[in-house]
């Protein structure tokens, strides 16, 4: 036992030592479930809106904005023009230049100067500007940028407003249904106006379009002749242009084809039971009046994208959204897939071993072979009884010859291994792991939700050996309450994500790296998704949309703000204890690692001893970023300053104080025009000052 005097010593000693450092790794990502005591250093206890980076560090997520095919509002450019006022120009006015004819759209109007977006020529110094033809300010520049970083951000961020509203939702009303991108132009389902039938949109340069939906009518054929797509069907003086050919039955070659054709709007009349022909000849039989291709409103759309015939022009979309018969569509054509079920709406699609899968409730069933329009059990179709509704299907490796096909239901999953309906074998894998509908994925391999959490299924090496586990442990609590709540989910694979949604408007964003969980992040959107789609772009480029329950169509990892609201985050690390978590500690500053590449806020504070009453906490500093890439040929470019990725890093670095035997650091902000940024680590300075008795 330590003598009084001993003790005296010690606490001196303390009290006289020289400041040490301590770095914290921000690296992990959101932990609500292990004790403080056991937390890791670096985790989080509390976050919003910030998603673990595949390098290391946590970053704020980069904006979202509305979308419809016309130019983005971060596109927006902003640009200063210096004038001498001599009447009057308000916001929103149109100027134009007496002597350049250039125009421009004022979006802020300061002493001395007016700020304008969507340019279209080039104004001149010393021109007349005119607003509705009447003179108003003479230039004393041309076009230029703004003098400050934070003004170039505000004023961007002006221009984005500008563009955003022209920006408009699919005429109609309710939920977006569904969306897709296909060969560069994204679609996109909408109940009409009444509310009686669903709507098909494309993304144009203007804004949407409607996509006309045809007609179909029934036909048999006692000639050996194929009919061409393009060609006129004739019954009479009824005549209308081919625009597919559904065959379900027979082949032409035997004179037994029977199926359908879907044509456009009949003119002269309407078709009838009875024989009619195709040019080039080909005699058919019609066997009923056509009928419009019409779509149940309020469905939930899914989609793949696959190409059944093999050739360079016969990649198509699937779909189905169970109130409405399963469909192809090729960007023009849309075509409805009849499977025979008494209520033929199926829910879930998927395509394997080419051949379409479409699901009803329990049962799972597949076309033939390479015919996605034939449900004939004679020619290969199948139907596999689940016994539990179906919720998704993935395609697994199995092994190097032969794949399997996962299929989810609610409450268990299967593995369907084998090539077609003569040898298909129903291996059931875990009846208690099954996943919600909308949340299977894969990240190079299998994860989906499950009761327990997210979960992962990897196919293993050899031949039927599959292996689960559970990816959210950490955050167990936070998931439990919103299971039900799942709309949707995504892959992010510049980011290498897995992203999770919710009606309430939250995401889970889970990082992954190396075979391994980097880190899970909850994300509050300012609109709840409804369903949310990723591809990759002909340029190589990723692209990822979601629609809301407002008919809205957004495509994320754009701008600076939730669709023109401010992003609100923050980050709370875990109580950290410096390794020391008996000695009490005075805290002297902190070098914040700070990397992004445009102007950013935030806020700094703490929190000390759990946040106890008893200890005098901090306030909040607010510390601003000014980033800016770096550029090959810029003047005065230095190459050991040069950052590769076009970012620049900067240590922020802050006072401190207070005594504590543990601290949490917090950052904070919030804005619609700040850039993201990510935050690598942090070096405490700190001193030790005594045991805690």
Known sequence: ??????????????????????????????????????????????VQNYECDVFGGYARVVGYERFDGRPSPSAGIASV???????????????????????????????G?????KIVGTFVSGEVLNVA??????????????????????????????????????????????????????????????GTAANLWKSTSTGWSQIT???EISFTVGAIAIPAEAATLTQGGVTATLKRLVLTSGTFAAGSAAGRFIITNPAGGNFGAGAATLTGGVTCTLTAIQTAITLLPSGRYEFIVENFAGGTGTRRIYGCDSVNRGFEFDGTVLVPISTGMTTDKPSHVHAHKKQLFFSFFGSSQHSAPGT???????????????????????????????????????NRMDILYGTGVSNWSLIEYRAELGAYAYSVQDVGYTVFLDDQGVMSLKAAQTFGNFAHAALSARMKTWLNGKRGLVTASCISRNKSQYRLFFSDGYVLYITFGADKIIGLMPVKL??????????????????????????MVYQMEKGTSFDGDAIVHNINLAWDFLKTPQLVKRFHDASLEVSGSGYAEFSFTYSLGYGSTEIAQPGAQTETSSFSAAVWDAAGFTWDS????????????????????????????????????????????????????
Do not use: C
């Open 526 to 551: 300012g609109h709840a998704a409804t369903w949310a789609y990723s591809s990759e772009e002909s340029d190589g480029s990723e692209t990822i949309y979601f629609g809301s329950t407002n008919g």
């Open 1 to 46: 036992m330590l003598s009084r005097t001993a003790i005296a010593r010690a606490v001196k000693s303390l009290s006289q030592a020289a400041p040490r450092p301590a770095i914290i790794r921000f690296i992990g990502g959101a932990d609500f479930e292990t004790p403080a005591l056991s937390t890791p250093s670096g985790f989080l206890r509390a």
């Open 642 to 693: 040069f950052i590769w990725d076009g970012q620049t890093l900067i240590p922020s670095i802050v006072d401190m104080g207070g005594e504590a035997e543990n601290i949490s650091l917090i950052i904070r902000g919030s804005s619609d025009y700040h850039e993201a940024i990510r935050f690598s680590g942090a070096m405490l300075n700190w001193a030790p000052r005594r045991y805690l008795r």
């Open 113 to 117: 100067y007016i700020v304008v977006t």
């Open 372 to 410: 996605p329009y034939v449900w004939s059990v004679i020619l290969g179709a199948s139907e596999i009884g689940m016994g539990d509704t179906v919720t998704g299907y993935a395609t697994q490796p199995g092994s190097e010859t032969v794949g399997a096909l996962a299929i989810f239901t609610r």
């Open 133 to 194: 033809a009447a003179p108003q300010a003479t230039t004393t520049s041309a076009a230029h940028g703004a003098s400050t970083a934070l003004l170039r951000a505000q004023y961007k961020n002006l221009a984005a407003d500008n563009y955003r509203t022209d920006i408009v939702v699919p005429v109609g009303s309710g939920s977006s249904l569904g969306g897709i991108k296909f060969d560069g132009v994204k679609y996109t389902w909408r109940n009409n106006a009444g």
């Open 81 to 111: 023009i210096d004038i001498t006022l001599t009447g009057a120009i308000a916001v929103g006015d149109t100027v134009t230049g007496v002597t350049s004819a250039a125009t421009g759209v004022v979006i802020a109007v300061v002493t």
């Open 213 to 215: 939906l045809f007609n």
